[in-house]
């Protein structure tokens, strides 16, 4: 993105509340709960007006952003909201599908009962934002109960890989997914958890290809989404 003289410091300075963290998390939200369509276009000057803050500020949240694959920075064209494609969903499940389920077996094997009470912690939260209709908290608690199982594999290079899979499953969702489906069923991530806690590796193994054989299935990839959006109307605190 190139830089402008206006640029160089934030205009908005003077009475600003919002961090970037919040902004992050509010075009996250809005992504995620599909208020913002796969390709819109992030228009800095229409985020600073919903935001109240300058464009160095923005240009920071979206970096953050794109480094979680939920926002792509498009040479001399800006950013915009990550539109991954058919191809790209189904390679993300394709690799879930042959990377988790052997991971469920070793956690089996090498997870401590401390990981375990973690795991049982992210699902009640878990379980909780479903019932409270929160589907960006859910989405979320979703995501860290796939990688605090992936954590208890004590295989650090896995993790990694799960890191960006999650991530970008979640977005895969979101786009592709039924309006008001979530990336997961916390039942379904309460039974996986009674075969951990059983030691139950083959049940585990079984589980865990099943539930993301049941995410596949709810997703429609027969097309893109909707593209466009009133920035300012979405993102505003309301």
């Not at 640029?7 to 600003?16: K, V, Y």
């Not at 800095?44 to 953050?64: D, Q």
């Not at 990550?82 to 790209?88: E, F, G, L, T, Y």
């Not at 991530?189 to 539930?211: F, I, K, P, V």
Request: glycine share 6%.
């Amino acid at each position: 993105m190139t830089e402008t003289p206006e640029d160089d410091s934030d205009t908005f300075a003077a009475g600003e509340e919002i961090t970037e963290s919040e902004i992050v998390a509010r075009i996250f939200e809005a992504v995620m709960e599909r208020r913002l369509a796969a390709g819109t276009k992030l228009s800095e000057s229409e985020l600073c007006k919903a935001f109240g803050v300058g464009r160095m500020r923005i240009r920071r949240c979206l970096l953050l952003l794109a480094s979680h694959d939920v926002v792509e920075l498009r040479s001399n064209r800006g950013a915009y909201v990550a539109s991954p494609s058919v191809k790209q969903a189904r390679d993300v499940f394709e690799a879930r599908l042959a990377i988790e389920p052997a991971a469920a077996r070793l956690v089996v094997e090498r997870a401590t009962e401390d990981q375990l009470a973690a795991l049982q912690a992210c699902l009640a939260e878990e379980a909780e934002a479903h019932q409270r209709g929160n589907r960006h908290a859910a989405i979320r608690l979703s995501g860290e109960f796939h990688l605090r199982l992936a954590e208890a594999t004590g295989n650090e290079t896995l993790l990694r890989l799960l890191k960006e899979l999650v991530t970008r499953s979640s977005l895969i969702v979101a786009i592709y997914g039924a309006p008001g489906l979530e990336t997961c069923r916390d039942h379904d991530h309460a039974s996986l958890l009674a075969a951990l806690r059983s030691r139950d590796a083959d049940t585990a193994e079984r589980l865990m290809r099943a539930h993301l054989g049941d995410i596949i299935s709810t997703l429609d990839l027969s097309g893109p989404a909707r593209i466009g959006a009133d920035l300012v109307q979405v993102l505003a605190k309301r």
